[in-house]
């Protein structure tokens, strides 16, 4: 089983991108679940999300606390939240940020952690050029898909039509790919 | 048309031919008047919706008012209506297992919800294309006013098609006589005892909910007393000749809880009209269309000294300053709706 | 066809295909989703013959079910929490009258304090309102116990509640299998009332009932309702679905048993797997109160823990006190075990905790709160003895 956990602000779809990734996992033939944390938060809180891909059905309902991935789609929440509460040595962690890894503060972690595994994308800006609007979560699945093999980018493009149309849709798929063929890309390099 | 009874061909001519003044009036006559123009109460073909043997006070004006509504209301629908009842005396008196007095479908689920019941037993009709089966939800004052008011307000916005009746004894008397929202100033009940300086019920309170109703701007709202059978029956015919949300609310005198003699109950209906305590009018989309004019205006004294539930304001000495903002009730009514005859 | 979808739109989906009539609507977190949804699919047409009302109040909303259902409309609603309670009186009315209404209730903390989060207090609080009550593991089981909850309903002429745990489920995407308009149209005839408003053949319905008959009106629905236990996996039988009142998971030979019902069940199988010896009951079917299968699936238990979402204060176990009527007689320790209230998570590592006190034989016939956090109570229950201000003086205590 692969457990994501997803962290931003209300408004910024994250809840989306949870679901978005269940439905991608489905489509590539798996067994998925997605959940929000539930809150009665507003736009602009703290909210988490949770995605679980298995080949068997999943019978676990319990929030994930030792996710194998962290996506954060607001760097703003580093020092607020704890980000990567349970998250293994050989787990993998996306932000959303301009900025590298250590420019965020974060060098201590990569001491512990695959380096390879962690890595920072300016998903606002790559969401902006793709669709118009600053709303990094199906750039960031993109990423995730890139780094993390959880779900194929094909099956994400498909989720992405399912659920949004038209324009919409066709400039977050872009974002998507675009996301995905720059940390490939990183990664072979 | 000359009515029948003027047609001299139709009169013994040993009997002397009186002119009767009364023909037109809607006091009296229905027998007078041409079988076209008599009550549905008149006719012994009526349905009789609520039929005897059910277990009223003697001189009820409730289920007066609900037979008279009703019967009216079954012609005009040619005898599709479905009814749905508030829990209350009309509630209680009609229906005790096994028995009934209903003739017609009849629905009651509990004390609040009646206008909701109604909007859905309207909404399962219409799912069902029975569009021509029309629905009237009743209640006493305590279920329309107060408790029931929430969901009355709802039925009204969202433009249910339902007449509902709200049969006004002004207090919850199927539980002993206690202060409703629609009690009158200075009438003593279970709950505001006729003792102290303002003794009653106090003034200044409580719900004009005809107003209420026409702020929802709701096709039809109109209000009637049993005493005005005539003006009551044209009501229920008009309203079921709408679609949408429509109110009724009829000023029904309860003798146990006024205190008043049974064979007074019409007539007190009258004097309150009379007094214009209770203005008696029409309203279409929250707009006053008509009044009934008031023929002959007496005081309200005349109106409430055969009620006990105000014999406190009648003592030695009277207690004129209380029956004077009584007074000034009526009179403010009198303007507002242009209640006097010109 | 599986589709990932969320919960409340595979019961919303489930619900339509089920041809509802008169569907009121009043919003309250976390139902929300499963009315919305309906309502747009009377809009769009997908589900048409249906007048979708969006009421002022969930007793509005249980009334105008009421009133479609006596009209003979099949009528459904959706609710939770605070709405649940708002609708009592009309609830108990349904059941009274005898009206097949369908009410999924998305479970959700009754306040104050006020707490949007799952457990079972709101349909634990009317397990004696008189409907049928029926809990979904998972949000496959809700979409099915909704096409059987009509069924069951319409059969028997009672309401039914269908108890879907608020957000774990209701909010959750997983592969669900909504079945097709074709497969429930040939399950769920349409609704036939037994007693109708009809102008034709007129009828008085919701007369007052005084000493001389009510008792017995009270054993008819009492008798109506247990016919339920009966009905039920006959109607889930011809529905093709496995469902029954309880489902017993490893049960058999296990020592400790774990008795719950809801989404928590799941993740209890996952932990049960880990000790082995431990088998997981959970009950689908909780009003009418299945006591002979419970009887017999935990009958040779030496320990039956009963992990509830909800809790009767001041006396313990909801559940567990049915639990323990079922097993009088034999030798089964019973405890209760309180979990999850207003939201929280109940964890794998505190189920492990949980189990392992249990074989060790410490739990015994306690009752107990999961995840207590007992330094917070003690420090509160200590200031409040410190801080005592109402009431007369007691001898020794406090000034």
Redesign the interface.
């Known amino acids: 089983m692969f457990q994501v956990r997803f962290h931003g602000r209300g408004g910024q779809g994250v809840v989306t991108s949870a679901e978005l990734l269940s439905v991608a996992a489905f489509l590539d033939g798996r067994e998925a679940q997605a959940f929000p944390s539930f809150g009665s938060e507003r736009m602009g809180a703290p909210v988490m999300a949770f995605c679980r891909v298995a080949d068997v059905p999943i019978r676990v309902r319990e929030p994930v606390a030792e996710p194998d991935a962290v996506v954060v789609a607001d760097a703003t929440l580093l020092h607020h939240v704890q980000l990567f509460a349970g998250l293994g040595e050989e787990g993998y962690a996306l932000i959303n940020s301009t900025r590298s890894w250590d420019e965020l503060g974060l060098a201590e972690m990569t001491r512990r952690h695959f380096l390879e595994r962690l890595t920072t994308i300016p998903a606002t800006d790559i969401a902006r050029r793709h669709t118009g609007r600053p709303l990094p979560n199906v750039c960031l699945l993109g990423g995730l898909a890139a780094l993390t093999r959880v779900v194929s980018i094909d099956a994400l493009d498909r989720a992405v039509r399912e659920r949004f149309a038209g324009a919409v849709a066709e400039g977050n798929v872009a974002a998507a790919r675009a996301a995905y063929d720059r940390i490939r890309s990183v990664l072979h390099a | 048309m000359t009515p029948a009874f003027l047609d001299p061909g139709s009169v013994e001519m040993t009997v002397q031919n009186v002119k009767f003044y009364q023909v037109g009036s809607r006091a009296v006559g229905n027998r007078l008047l041409d079988a076209t123009l008599r009550t549905e109460q008149a006719s012994p073909a009526r349905r009789n919706a609520l039929t005897s043997g059910h277990r009223a006070c003697q001189g009820c004006g409730e289920a007066l008012g609900a037979r008279d509504v009703l019967d009216a209301a079954v012609r005009a629908t040619e005898?599709?209506?479905?009814a749905?009842?508030a829990t209350g005396c009309l509630?209680?008196f009609?229906?005790?297992?096994?028995e009934?007095s209903?003739?017609?479908?009849?629905?009651?689920?509990?004390f609040?919800?009646a206008p909701?019941?109604?909007?859905?037993?309207?909404?399962?009709?219409?799912?069902?294309g029975h569009d021509e089966?029309r629905v009237l939800a009743q209640g006493g004052d305590g279920g329309t006013v107060d408790i029931g008011l929430?969901?009355l307000?709802?039925m009204f916005?969202?433009n249910?098609d339902v007449l509902y009746v709200c049969y006004d004894n002004e207090a919850y008397m199927n539980t002993g006589v206690q202060r409703s929202g629609s009690t009158p100033p200075f009438a003593r009940t279970a709950t505001t005892e006729a003792t102290g300086a303002e003794p009653g019920a106090p003034i200044g309170q409580g719900k004009d909910v005809p107003r209420i109703a026409m702020a929802h701007e709701i096709p039809y709202v109109a209000t009637a007393t049993v005493a005005e059978l005539h003006d009551l029956e044209a009501k229920v015919e008009r309203a079921m000749m709408m679609r949408g949300a429509r109110y009724l609310h009829v000023l029904v005198p309860c003798p146990l809880g006024w205190g008043s003699a049974p064979a007074d109950t019409v007539r007190l209906a009258r004097l309150a009209q009379r007094s214009g305590l209770f203005p008696v009018f029409e309203a279409s989309h929250g707009e006053v269309t008509e009044v009934l004019p008031i023929r002959g205006r007496v005081p309200i004294e005349e109106y409430l000294r055969p009620q006990r539930r105000y014999a406190h304001l009648f003592a030695d000495p009277p207690r004129t300053e209380l029956l004077a903002r009584i007074q000034a009730i009526a009179d403010r009514n009198v303007a507002r709706y242009g209640l006097d005859e010109v | 066809m599986r589709r990932q979808l969320e919960g409340s739109r595979a019961i919303a989906e489930a619900v339509a295909r089920c041809r509802p009539?008169?569907v009121?609507a009043y919003p309250i977190t976390p139902q929300t989703h499963i009315v919305e949804a309906i309502g747009a699919m009377v809009r769009d047409g997908s589900l048409s013959?249906?007048?979708f009302?969006?009421?002022?109040?969930e007793?509005?909303?249980m009334?105008?079910?009421?009133?479609?259902?006596?009209?003979?409309?099949r009528?459904y609603t959706a609710t939770a929490s605070q709405g649940l309670l708002y609708m009592t009186?009309?609830l108990f009315?349904a059941s009274g009258?005898g009206l097949p209404i369908v009410l999924t209730v998305a479970n959700r903390a009754v306040g104050a304090p006020i707490n949007i989060w799952n457990d079972h207090s709101d349909s634990m609080s009317l397990r004696d309102c008189g409907w049928v009550q029926l809990y979904a593991a998972d949000n496959q089981a809700a979409v099915d116990l909704h096409v059987v909850a009509f069924a069951l309903a319409e059969e028997l002429s009672v309401p039914v509640m269908v108890c879907v745990d608020g957000f774990v489920l209701t909010h959750a995407f997983e592969p669900l299998d909504v079945p097709g308009q074709s497969a429930v149209d040939t399950f769920l005839p349409p609704y036939a009332p037994r007693q109708v408003?009809?102008?034709d053949d007129?009828?008085?319905?919701?007369?007052?009932?005084?000493p001389e008959?009510f008792t017995e009106v009270r054993y008819l629905s009492h008798y109506q309702l247990t016919q339920a236990l009966t009905v039920f996996p006959q109607v889930c039988d011809g529905w093709g679905r496995p469902l029954s009142t309880v489902d017993a998971y490893r049960v058999d030979g296990a020592e400790t048993v774990i008795v719950t019902l809801g989404s928590v069940s799941g993740t209890i199988k996952d932990v049960a797997d880990e000790f082995g010896n431990v088998g997981v009951l959970t009950l689908t079917m909780f009003r009418p109160f299945p006591y002979a299968e419970v009887r017999k699936a935990l009958g040779a238990a030496k320990r039956v823990v009963v992990v509830e979402r909800a809790f009767a204060p001041g006396a313990g176990g909801i559940v567990s006190a049915d639990v323990r009527t079922a097993l009088a007689g034999t030798f089964a320790e019973v405890s209760t075990v309180v979990a999850g209230l207003g939201g929280r998570a109940v964890t794998k590592p505190a189920l492990r905790r949980l189990v392992a006190d249990a074989m060790s034989g410490w739990l015994g016939e306690r009752l107990v709160f999961l995840d207590l956090r007992d330094e917070l109570i003690e420090q509160q229950i200590e200031r409040m003895r410190q801080r005592r201000a109402s009431g007369p003086p007691r001898p020794g205590g406090a000034a």
């Open positions: 005898g599709k209506l479905v749905v009842n509630e209680v009609s229906t005790p297992y096994p009934s209903w003739q017609l479908p009849w629905l009651h689920s509990l609040a919800n909701s019941v109604a909007s859905g037993v309207a909404a399962a009709l219409k799912a069902q089966i929430a969901c307000s709802g916005e969202r249910d | 009539q008169v009121p013959g249906c007048e009302m969006t009421v002022e109040s007793f509005a909303a009334s105008a079910a009421i009133g479609a259902s006596a009209a003979g409309a009528a009186e009309a009315n009258l408003l009809d102008v007129p009828v008085a319905i919701g007369a007052m009932v005084g008959a």
